[in-house]
């Protein structure tokens, strides 16, 4: 059996890990390019979302590279992303392509059914469920490790002294990150990676914008479909808090150990403005949105696919959020059109507005925080880097 999994942002180091645990070929789907979307445009219906089309785009390359088993996550619920697992394996199935297509459901939603997906494409020696859960339990702890020194970049790149230094920390200590093997491996590499990021030079005092980044997950963690915006918000002065990150996505029981709120905190900050779940990422979309304005940053960035539902509902909610929590909320629709040059046209329009919010004394986070409606959350931008 030869593997292959759709790419989003640091997952290829993750599974990379999970087939030479448990013995699986694997083959890395390549990098997205203008001929993933080209091919995944093409073969898609027109209304499909974008990731949709990015990922069939990308399935198609890696068959071709030689992979016979794709492996998509599934999933229940108002969202379309449920069903398309088995949309894009009829496709490529008209296509002639010949492949085994395993839907897997994130271990958050269900552990048994998760077990029962893996059970059919492990080896026999790995399926014994002590064996399996050991393994499984190191590899959660290796993507929360990931996701800690991304976290730690975007906090740290929009005061760095030397230009390139957080990159080249985040860099080595993915490297060391991924060597680990064991539990106890993996604690020391957290620690060499924090020793890395100890190591790059800030300049503290360097006036800075706080700039909350929400939305679609594929969107927001994979650097080729939103133009690398992490890297360019930090080059000019932000600092940067994500809301999604995929140890997040798959923890089990909703802690959100990387974003730091768990789910019932983000269904609790986000009531006031909606009130139940909508798919994806919308109902985190919003409760993330309220926090970063409770806890006065000068800035939303909200990231979405062009057609994705849940964004889009978050969006209508974020226009009102945006006037009664005093915060610019700047949202970017994505797809195959979209322009690097019109996204960082309204980008800089936006840190414009949140510089000169700035210099009038006008940031959010005009409620205390933890005050309102019993919930409870504490400035944590740089707790994670110190
Ligand atoms: S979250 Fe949005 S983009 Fe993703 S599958 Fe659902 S509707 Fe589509």
Request: proline share 5%.
């Amino acid at each position: 059996m030869k593997i292959a999994v759709p790419r989003m942002g640091n997952l290829p180091l993750i599974i990379r890990d999970l087939a030479n645990r448990f013995g699986l070929e694997y083959i890395e789907t390549p990098s997205f390019s203008e001929r993933t979307v080209e091919i995944g445009a093409a073969l898609a219906p027109e209304f499909a979302c974008f990731p949709l089309k990015a990922v069939l785009g990308s399935f198609v390359q890696v068959l071709e590279a030689g992979a016979d088993t794709l492996v998509m996550g599934g999933g229940h619920g108002p969202c379309r992303f449920g069903s398309y697992g088995e949309v894009q394996k009829r496709i490529l199935e008209r296509e002639g392509y010949s492949f085994k297509m395993l839907i897997l459901d994130s271990p958050s939603t269900s552990l048994k059914d998760f077990h029962e997906g893996l059970r059919s494409i492990l080896p026999r020696q790995h399926v014994r469920l002590p064996v399996l859960l050991r393994e499984l339990l190191r590899v959660l702890s290796k993507v929360v490790v990931f996701d800690e020194v991304e976290k730690w970049a975007l906090a740290l790149r929009g005061l760095e002294a030397e230009p390139g230094a957080v990159d080249s920390a985040l860099e080595d200590s993915r490297e060391i990150i991924g060597r680990a093997f064991s539990s106890k491996e993996i604690k020391e590499a957290r620690r060499e990676a924090q020793s890395r990021f100890d190591g790059v030079p800030l300049d503290r005092e360097r006036a800075h914008l706080k700039v909350g980044l929400v939305g679609e997950i594929f969107i927001v963690l994979e650097p080729y479909f939103n133009f690398d915006i992490e890297s360019w918000l930090g080059r000019r002065g932000a600092v940067v808090e994500r809301s999604v990150s995929i140890s997040d996505t798959v923890y089990p029981g909703g802690r959100n150990p990387v974003f730091g709120y768990n789910d019932r905190i983000v269904a609790k900050a986000a009531a006031p403005y909606l009130s139940h779940e909508v798919g994806g990422d919308g109902l985190l979309t919003v409760g993330a949105t309220t926090i970063y304005a409770r806890r006065g940053f000068d800035a939303v960035v909200h990231l979405l696919p062009f057609t994705c539902m849940p964004e889009v509902i978050a969006k209508g909610v974020l226009a009102r959020m945006s006037s009664e929590l005093d915060i610019p909320v700047l949202s970017l629709s994505i797809d195959e059109q979209t322009g690097r040059a019109g996204v960082q046209t309204r980008l800089e329009a936006l840190l414009d507005l949140a510089w000169s919010r700035r210099r009038k004394g006008r940031t959010a986070g005009t409620a205390a925080v933890g005050e309102e409606g019993g919930w409870k959350v504490e400035d944590k931008t740089f707790k994670a880097a110190q």
